[in-house]
């Protein structure tokens, strides 16, 4: 019996992309493969959302403090009591300076990568001992072979980057500067006053905003409701989940 020869041959192509034109990002929803992920403006909207409510939690926990430091060195020595309590109140609304003249700048990278790949392989097998007297099957069922592999595969990668700079004003505010359903409206929580986002919003400009009205919200009243309502927002806590208007982005 000549000795047993047998080849296995296997051929795999696969292509992955997103886009081949690199002065165009498309629209990742028209991508079957992406076609749950949100459409591009949404990537930048979620960004300055997420900045903007930063800046809003951050000037309200400013206000804070500076109420609460005021009057720390004339409480040192005739009120105990309100010193400690005002430097809680300080060391739990930790914040960072921010200049209201000044704009917060982001860049935003956006890569699209297109992948093609081809590969050929090519398994020889071959007896390593004489395999006199022995079937093909038993052959295989004893292991004793050897292998050869060949499989030569090519691979060509395309990139096409885009940058988005995103500059936010670091004065800004997560509403219109008053209420645009009902103006001058005496049922807006008074908490409004350290912060728009408690004005009514009509609903054909609802898009825009990065939150929906928490006018309901009317036992909001004082800097410190207010912040903890901003806070909830930051961190999408279940009680103000159903007014955000954008979406979220998770590190």
Known sequence: MKPA?????TLSLSISACALDPYRIPDPSNIPLYGQHPRYPDYVKSLRCEITTFIVENKLRGLITEEASRNLKSEFLDSPNSYHRHVDII???????????QLSYVFMDTKNIIVNNASFGLDWKKPSSDPKGTTLGQLLRSGDLRDAHFGPSYV???????GTPIGVAQYSDLGPKE?????????VPRAVRYST?????????????CYKSLYPLET????????????????????????????????
């Open 5 to 9: 020869l047998f080849f296995a041959l």
């Open 156 to 162: 060509d990668t395309l990139t096409a980057e885009f």
């Open 91 to 101: 060391r739990s609304n930790a914040n960072i300076a921010l200049d209201s003249k």
């Open 220 to 251: 909001s009243v004082t800097k410190e409701d207010a912040a903890k309502d901003v806070q909830d927002l930051l961190l999408n806590s279940n009680r103000l989940a159903k007014f955000v208007n954008f979406d979220r982005i998770y590190i």
């Open 197 to 209: 986002v408690y004005n009514q919003i009509p609903e054909e400009d609802a898009g825009f905003y």
């Open 179 to 187: 209420s645009l359903i009902n103006r001058n409206d005496p049922d």
